[in-house]
């Protein structure tokens, strides 16, 4: 997982939130809370507690609709206590004897060029590409990535260096200590199994695979249209109980991961997987309940999704789309900005839902010659990418009248 999980919440409820983590024996008390860039505070959370927590309770004793959010912290302060028992960063101090055995003295360039972010997976970890640039790194040979390894408690190390433009957003990952790239990720007692060097893995949706997980689809069909690996395929089975779901993944690589997935969480008698371009999909009025899991936006999915849904009982669209809000005005100070940025950003996901909802109802109409009803039933932050870009999922029932 992505550095230690947190939630994101705005400074004035911090407090709040710290009391309601708390009550729940969630809030990791080792840590320190740590002051966000934009005006928010991050409280670390027990890995363990993490799939646990009710975010819709606690953002409704707040009354906000996202007055917190998971997000995962690469550098939280630890508390004084912890400070005095760990006595100092560890990496650091295994990597400041590397080079003085090699004769090089450590500096705070050296310091500054350590990993600031990284992703665990089991006993691998996955480092960012802004680390270890230095010039000076190379004359360490193997030895360093043994001795970062061990800093990191790791077994196996691989970098990220970027992600590729090859339609797929299949990373550019180099394995540096260690042959096998396969890893294992449990997320809410689901497997995830998947190759560093051909797919990803999104820490950050955990908190819609958490929704969907609560969601009762006992006797449905479920099409998941962008799977990849099972991010919500796996959920829609393992928890939500679907009766059948049929997955859909244009990416090879992210296929093997699936179908891996779907034997290791012993659900592949209950799904059905489609490899290539969803827009080719050949089913047809077969389904109660449709992912479209794409953003920055699943729009080209929206036609499929119609010809999807049964034609006489109609269904439920799951559209993700990440949204842009309007910049705040200067001259209101910081409170009043954060509470009309908060009505400012609802009333824009309110505007592309009710617009989404009246073009799904003309292709429904489109593509049926009969009259449809789509309601929303919700919209639901998943997170925010910066201060006025979200990511939300609309909930859009859809019946023929």
Not at 211 to 240: K, M, N, Q, S, W
Not at 344 to 371: F, M, P, Q
Request: charged share 25%.
């Amino acid at each position: 997982m992505d550095g230690v999980p947190c939630l994101r919440v705005s400074r004035c409820l911090a407090q709040h939130f710290r009391r309601c983590l708390q009550s729940e024996g969630a809030l990791d008390l080792s840590l320190g809370l740590v002051g966000d860039s934009d005006g928010t505070v991050l409280l670390p959370i027990l890995p363990s507690c993490l799939s646990q927590l009710d975010l819709q309770s606690f953002r409704t004793t707040a009354g906000s609709d996202y007055a917190c959010e998971i997000v995962w912290s690469q550098c939280p302060l630890q508390s004084k206590k912890g400070r005095a028992r760990t006595g100092g960063n560890k990496l650091e101090k295994i990597l400041q004897e590397l080079l003085e055995s090699h004769g090089e003295r450590w500096t705070e360039e050296l310091r500054e060029d350590l990993p600031h972010s990284f992703q665990r997976h089991g006993d691998l970890v996955l480092l960012g590409d802004h680390c270890f640039a230095l010039p000076l790194w190379k004359k360490m040979d193997d030895k360093l990535w043994s001795a970062v390894a061990r800093g990191l408690g790791a077994k196996r190390l691989a970098k990220m260096r970027r992600i590729s433009r090859d339609g797929f957003r299949s990373p550019e990952v180099t394995v540096l200590l260690g042959e096998d790239s396969w890893v294992k990720h449990v997320d809410n007692g689901v497997t995830y199994e998947f190759d560093v060097t051909k797919c990803m893995f999104s820490a950050g949706n955990i908190t819609e695979k958490l929704r969907v997980a609560g969601f009762d689809c006992r006797g449905e069909t479920v099409v998941d249209l962008y799977a990849g690996i099972g991010y919500f395929t796996l959920p829609y089975l393992v928890h939500a109980k679907a009766s059948h779901v049929h997955a859909c993944e244009w990416n090879p690589n992210a296929v093997e991961a699936l179908q891996r997935n779907l034997v290791a969480n012993r659900v592949s008698d209950r799904c059905t997987v489609h490899q290539g371009d969803n827009r080719q999909l050949q089913l047809c009025d077969i389904a109660d309940r449709v992912n479209l899991g794409l953003i920055p936006s699943s729009e080209d999915g929206w036609p499929a999704a119609c010809r999807l849904l049964k034609r006489t009982t109609g269904g439920i669209l799951h559209i993700h789309q990440n949204i842009t809000s309007p910049l705040q005005t200067a001259g209101d100070n910081d409170a009043t900005q954060r509470v009309s940025g908060k009505k400012a950003d609802r009333e824009v996901w309110h505007s592309w839902a009710n617009d989404t909802a009246n073009r799904i109802a003309s292709l429904l109409k489109d593509l049926t010659g009969a009259l449809w009803i789509t309601n929303i039933q919700h919209i639901e932050h998943v997170k925010s990418y910066a201060p006025h870009v979200h990511h939300v999922v609309l909930d859009l029932e859809c019946r023929p009248s």
